[in-house]
């Protein structure tokens, strides 16, 4: 079973060299400290940062460098800031190739809830209603049940919807799935994490097809 930082690291994998990479709040920002130093890779905050890098060490924080969800971020050579305008140009115009999210609740179609619980307090959607509308090719990094043991993956989304259909692949603390016109196709499964547990925490329709091998990390 992965944990937070473990999630990080297999989604890291799907990063290739040259992607322009959206990071949304939670464990997809844990992603940057995780990509190989073989590639070339631009991180997008809709704050207006291109080209943020790891997480400051320990006491070299600079409180006015910021994501979108107000944690202190190190840049890269190159860097720039920018309005959010001129950010939000970016992502409508689809110039980002790669959208990690984290999630509430995803439906086996590809539904994304990840904004509002009802009856709780919340300051809005953010940039997640743009980047799930413009983005070609959204990943969620996710816990596969709630703290109650409840399953995440769903056949329908019961919360407020952030966008419909757009999900194309989940990693999750048991595995890997890929969003399929069946249902949730499993690819690979988590350290130590057997297919029966998998199919015991999933609620949406689950698809395995011959072997599914353990995910290396």
């Not at 400051?56 to 190190?74: H, L, R």
């Not at 509430?104 to 009856?119: F, H, R, S, T």
Request: proline residues 3%; charged residues 20%; contains cysteine.
């Amino acid at each position: 079973m992965l944990d937070k930082n473990g999630i990080a690291k297999r989604i890291a994998q799907e990063v290739q060299d040259g992607f322009y990479v959206n990071l949304g709040i939670g464990i997809p920002t844990l992603v940057a400290n995780y990509v190989r130093n073989d590639i070339e890779v631009e991180f997008q905050s809709e704050n207006g940062v291109l080209g943020m890098g790891p997480f400051p060490f320990e006491g070299e924080e600079d409180a006015d460098v910021i994501n979108a969800g107000k944690q202190t971020i190190t840049t890269l050579p190159g860097a720039s800031f920018f309005d959010s305008a001129l950010s939000f140009s970016m992502i409508r115009g689809q110039h980002v190739d790669l959208t990690i999210l984290g999630a509430m609740e995803v439906a086996q179609n590809g539904d994304i809830a990840n904004w509002k619980i009802p009856g709780r307090m919340v300051k809005g959607m953010g940039g997640a209603m743009d980047l799930v509308a413009s983005a070609e090719n959204i990943i969620v990094a996710m816990m596969h049940t709630n703290k109650r043991g409840d399953s995440k993956l769903l056949k329908q989304c019961s919360l407020p919807l952030t966008g419909v259909g757009c999900v194309k692949k989940i990693v999750t603390n048991l595995a890997v799935l890929e969003v399929s016109n069946k249902g949730f196709k499993l690819l690979e499964r988590a350290p130590g994490v057997s297919v029966e547990e998998i199919i015991n925490a999933t609620e949406g329709d689950l698809l395995i097809e011959g072997e599914v091998l353990e995910m290396k990390i």
